[in-house]
């Protein structure tokens, strides 16, 4: 199993009411990913991190090996929801992917 954890900041011209908006709309379209992805064992968005958190989300998923992950990068659906809802409006991302 590899788990690929992702932890976002979001640009910080956006306002409050915005990031709300954009936290929600990612969580919905990377969780809904899950039963349409080869290899997609568990996907999970955190949006609500505590006050002494230096990120605005984070993505916790599980792949059985690395070429379902490999698959999961470039899968349309996967794409789709990265380049719609998340690359736009994020300012920093990191990863960390390791076999479990």
């Known amino acids: 199993m590899v788990k690929h954890v992702i932890l976002w900041q979001l640009k910080d011209e956006l306002t409050d009411s915005e990031k709300e908006t954009i936290k929600r709309e990612i969580k919905k379209g990377l969780e809904g990913l899950a039963g349409k992805i080869p ?9 609500e991190g ?29 794409v789709a929801v990265a380049d719609g809802k998340v690359r736009p409006y994020t300012a ?7 076999i479990i």
């Open 92 to 98: 920093t991302r990191t990863c960390m992917d390791y």
């Open 39 to 47: 290899g997609l064992t568990d996907i999970r968005v955190y949006t």
């Open 50 to 78: 505590l006050a002494s958190s230096n990120a605005d989300l984070m993505l916790d998923s599980t792949f059985t090996d690395e070429e379902a992950l490999k698959g999961y990068a470039v899968h349309p659906e996967h």
